[in-house]
């Protein structure tokens, strides 16, 4: 069974820079994967960060950026903000219609 | 304004079944692959299955397939999940995706809650 990892939580100083990482049990991460990830603040549906490892979506400040690093996809935000105090997934794409979720990553800015 | 809503959740026993559907609005619904995604309260997102932008393709996470099925209706611009042998572990919002152009998930509905239990 495919399990894709990440931190279950960091926090981050207000003005500070955080990476989130998310790593796949069986296989480094790569940009064949087309890793995405998405925001979600308790009770809202998830918002679109980034897609294909580092394009920003629509609307999405360029404090937010994607990469590789090492093994795995990584989310870093620069000059993080109280509101990005939120959920963070990572999603990879296995092929054949098939995504899996990694298990999110609570931010906590303070 | 470019939106999905999900309708059709509710509470259901053990072994029923449930329809969902997802009205899209303000774009072109037959271009675009489709998705359901769920989350479990108090847990992390969780690929449910996916549609291809003719219906042709359809394809399911491990956990749901041979109970789930997937569709749509490119003319009324609804997708819709039919839910058979609904477990407990079936409880969850469900999510509405649309499929962007590189294998993510570009807009999102709101969800509708569905819950199983007895």
């Known amino acids: 069974q495919t399990v894709v990892t990440q931190e279950p939580s960091i926090s981050v100083s207000p003005g500070g820079t955080v990476t989130i990482t998310c790593g796949l049990s069986?296989?480094?991460?790569?940009?064949?994967?087309?890793p995405s990830w998405y925001q979600q603040t308790p009770g809202q549906a998830p918002r679109t960060l980034l897609y294909s490892t580092n394009t920003r979506s629509s609307g999405v400040p360029d404090r937010f950026s994607g990469s590789i690093l090492g093994d795995k996809a990584a989310l870093t935000i620069t000059g993080a903000q109280a509101d990005d105090e939120s959920n963070y997934y990572c999603?990879?794409?296995?092929?054949?219609?098939?995504?899996?979720f990694g298990g999110g990553t609570k931010l906590t800015v303070l | 304004e470019v939106q999905l809503v999900e309708s059709g959740g509710g509470l259901v026993q053990p072994g029923g079944s449930l329809r969902l559907s997802c009205a899209a609005s303000?774009?072109?619904?037959?271009?675009?692959?489709m998705t359901w995604v769920r989350q479990a309260p108090g847990k992390g997102l969780e690929y449910v299955s996916a549609i291809s932008e003719s219906g042709g393709g359809t394809y399911y996470a491990d956990s749901v397939k041979g109970r789930f099925t997937i569709s749509r209706d490119n003319a009324k611009n609804t997708l819709d999940l039919q839910m058979n042998s609904l477990r407990p572990g079936d409880t969850a919002i469900y999510y509405c995706?649309?499929?962007?152009?590189?294998?993510?998930?570009?807009?999102w509905g709101r969800g509708t809650l569905v819950t199983v239990s007895s």
């Open positions: 999603v990879l794409y296995m092929g054949s219609g098939v995504w899996v």
């Open positions: 303000r774009f072109t619904f037959r271009n675009y692959a």
């Open positions: 995706a649309r499929g962007g152009s590189v294998w993510y998930f570009d807009l």
């Open positions: 069986s296989d480094s991460v790569s940009i064949s994967y087309y």
